[in-house]
């Protein structure tokens, strides 16, 4: 199968600034790598993804980075908001069964 | 627009009894998915499937059944409902181009 593994598993952040959060992969063949938000009583929600044609993607205040060599993958919220606090969940998937391997989530807590 | 209804959104069960969550979704995606999620804590794939007729165990299949009787509809089936089962369902769907699964709104299951 696939681990995903995902860091740190609680992050608070001031206002303004920016956030990280680190995942790790154990497949080589791992080529599809999306990033869900949750707020608080919702379903998760896809906000950015990167395949592994690409070693950067931004949208929106966000940036994801893929360093296949060391099969790690990050996000990065610029700007922090309160209303970036909720869950955020990385994944790793791969084109030969599409089973998608989700990481333990991190809650992303910015103070005003 | 894509989508994944689920049904129902919230179920009282009583232990022993027998419950059935539903999953519907309009998208024409291949692969369907069931996924529980205990507060505070990430996504646990229960069963998932890669089209009509198919039903494969994800990670904690135990206690649980699933049936997928056409493209558009995967259930998940409790025959015999325990507490230790309270939880919020997810079902999500996708296809094989690797696109990130839709989640569905939810059912939140308590079994008393």
């Known amino acids: 199968g696939e681990q995903v593994e995902q860091l740190p598993s609680i992050l608070r952040v001031q206002e303004g600034s920016s956030a990280s959060i680190n995942c790790t992969y154990e497949n080589s063949a791992s080529n599809y790598f999306p990033w869900y938000k949750q707020e608080p009583g919702e379903n998760p929600k896809l906000i950015i993804d990167?395949?592994?044609?690409?070693e950067r993607k931004q949208t929106q205040g966000l940036i994801v980075l893929l360093d296949k060599k060391a099969k790690r993958f990050s996000l990065h919220i610029t700007d922090t908001q309160p209303g970036d606090s909720a869950m955020y969940f990385c994944?790793?998937?791969?084109?030969?069964?599409?089973?998608?391997?989700f990481g333990d989530g991190t809650q992303l807590v910015v103070k005003p | 627009e894509a989508a994944v209804t689920q049904s129902p959104r919230n179920k009282v069960a009583v232990t022993g009894g027998k419950v059935t969550l539903s999953c519907n979704q309009t998208n024409n995606h291949n692969n369907m998915y069931w996924y529980r999620q205990d507060t505070g804590h990430g996504l646990r794939l229960i069963h998932y499937s890669y089209g009509a007729g198919s039903t494969e165990k994800g990670d904690i299949p135990d206690g649980y059944k699933a049936s997928r009787p056409s493209q558009e509809n995967f259930s998940l089936i409790l025959e015999l409902a325990t507490p230790s089962q309270t939880s919020v369902y997810f079902c999500a769907s996708g296809d094989y181009n690797n696109q990130a699964p839709l989640f569905g709104e939810g059912t939140r299951l308590s079994v008393l």
């Open positions: 994944a790793a998937s791969r084109n030969s069964n599409n089973r998608i391997f």
């Open positions: 990167i395949r592994s044609n690409m």
